[in-house]
């Protein structure tokens, strides 16, 4: 009997591979979906804290995977054209460095065309109001860990950021106990885009080096906060730096273009 079986057996696991073979590529353009965390999912006014939010800048849209709980299949919004449309989550293909892309094969079903306003984007889905909210921002003293699990962009960038050797080699020099406490927006795109890049300097420092980083997140577009107002910070990204806790100067504006050349010259400039 169980020789009987084997024939059986073996014929299933030659039509499983079979099929897997001729499993459809992912679609020309509607592919390498990024982790975005600039938004989030709400569904009949709650948070869907499961949902997935991935982006393609280049098309632009944004490809939406909901939890199980919500009972929805996943959403393309398409900014250009204004439409949401459905698509199952069979044709929603997740490759090894974490993109996602859409199976050239994929049926789209029209949910029709969604509305701005105010800073939420809302539309109706298999019978479901919903909407792409701000991500609520991070406030307040936070670690480089903090930013980059809230913002999956910011470790993507500090990720791929190859900052300048021989001022990497001159902040590891750094004999004085230095700080450097950031002033950023969670909710800001110029931070968005600079801010990962020093995450890459303290991960290149590790834990030895003297110079310890501290990030602090601010409301949206709100300099009158306490702390904020307190330091005279007027622009986000603002990097306040201090030797043995006296303030020897900033980092603003071009300068986060490469911020490890700008800390390593303020910091050769100070007695």
């Known amino acids: 009997m169980r020789r009987a079986l084997l024939p059986s057996l073996a014929a299933l696991l030659l039509a499983a591979a079979s099929v897997h073979a001729q499993a459809a590529p992912s679609d020309a353009v509607l592919r390498d979906f990024q982790r975005s965390g600039i938004r989030v999912l709400v569904v009949n006014g709650q948070e869907d804290k499961k949902a997935e939010i991935y982006l393609n800048e280049s098309i632009p849209a944004y490809l939406i995977l909901p939890s199980p709980a919500s009972a929805l299949s996943p959403i393309l919004l398409t900014p250009r054209a204004g439409t949401v449309e459905t698509v199952s989550l069979a044709k929603v293909a997740r490759q090894k460095d974490g993109t ?45 860990a903090d930013l980059k699990t809230h913002s999956p962009e910011y470790a993507r960038l500090a990720q791929s950021y190859a900052p300048q050797a021989a001022a990497l080699q001159a902040l590891r020099k750094t004999a004085q106990p230095v700080t450097v406490r950031v002033f950023f927006g969670s909710w800001c795109p110029f931070c968005r885009e600079h801010v990962p890049l020093l995450l890459k300097v303290e991960d290149q420092l590790g834990g030895a080096s003297k110079i310890r980083f501290e990030y602090y997140g601010l409301p949206p577009h709100d300099f009158k906060e306490p702390e904020a107002q307190r330091m005279g910070i007027k622009s986000v990204p603002t990097a306040i730096v201090s030797v043995n806790g006296r303030q020897v100067g900033r980092i603003e504006a071009a300068e986060w273009d490469a911020p490890e050349a700008a800390l390593a010259k303020l910091l050769a400039a100070s007695p």
């Open 100 to 144: 996602v892309d859409l199976l050239a094969d994929a049926v789209m079903t029209p949910q029709g065309a969604f509305k701005v306003e105010g800073d939420d984007v809302t539309f109706t889905t298999e019978g479901k109001r919903a909407a792409l909210a701000p991500s609520p921002p991070l406030l307040g003293v936070k670690k480089n």
